[in-house]
């Protein structure tokens, strides 16, 4: 948005798409970010459910606050994804939201996980954010 | 499982509501009713079935591995997808989307070559100074 706004080529338009795909990767890694939070908080579920079967892990799951803050958050997603859709083509909304959440991620992985985000995953997350764009562009 | 499972979950939706009639919203009440009986539709069924599967897999990933480990492996599936069409479908994939297969590939292999958990200190302190359930039961 800034770059519209600083070569002059600002218009209503490019800010009105930039606020959807914006509001779509705020959206899904807020969801990814707190649906990550909440699995770390329950623990590992195959151990869980080694000890309290299968019915024991769907009750650590669904008993969890987090969880449903997550669910919330990337079906907000989904539904600004489809409002996106509505205004944007497809080729340019479903690559570019897909490869920017890859680096969002990252950043609030590293961030409020406290994830160690070393250059082995940032290198990663960059490759597989190029990679989907040109894949489905 | 979660790179196989969310890929063949959208292609069985996307075949399943190709083969029904066209749906309208205009009226809300025959949008629900036809919105209700195609998810009875076999490949719709089995499209949500496939999408529950990955759903599972993906919160058990994510329990015992990073999110910024699980997210570049698991984006593997476009990988995926892409060669469903090649090779099922036979649709054309332009040099373009080679190079982003290519580059995915290599991506993930970065990021599956490294450890897929944040080692925390609180953790490494309880392996090394309390001893496991099992080995205290054997001494």
Sequence with gaps: MIVAFQSGWWNPAVASAAAMIAAVVLCSTAGEVLTAAAMKSIGDLDEIRAHSGLKGAIRAVLTCPLFFAGV???????FSL???????????????????????????????????????????????????????? | MVATCAPLGDSFLARGMKHLPSISVDHPMALVSSLVSAVFTPWIAAGIAMLICFFAC????????????????????????????????????????????????VGVGFAAQGPSRTERESEIASTTELPSPSEAGSR
Excluded: M
């Excluded at chain 1, 919330?72 to 989904?78: P, R, V």
């Excluded at chain 1, 409002?83 to 920017?100: D, E, K, Q, V």
């Excluded at chain 2, 990988?79 to 036979?90: P, Q």
């Design chain 1, 72 to 78: 919330g958050f990337l079906a907000l997603a989904f």
């Design chain 1, 82 to 137: 489809l409002f996106a859709l509505n205004h944007l083509n497809l080729s340019f909304a479903a690559p570019a939201t897909a490869s920017l959440t890859l680096v969002t991620n990252a950043i609030a992985g590293k961030i409020f996980l406290k994830e160690n985000v070393d250059r082995r995953r940032w290198t990663a997350a960059i490759l597989v954010c190029i990679g989907v764009y040109l894949l489905a562009h």
């Design chain 2, 58 to 105: 993906y919160l058990t990933a994510l329990s015992w591995a990073d999110l910024t480990y699980v997210l570049p492996t698991t984006a593997f599936g476009y990988v995926i997808i892409a060669l469903l069409g090649r090779f099922w479908l036979h649709e054309q994939i332009s040099p373009y989307r080679w190079a982003g297969i290519l580059l995915i590939t």
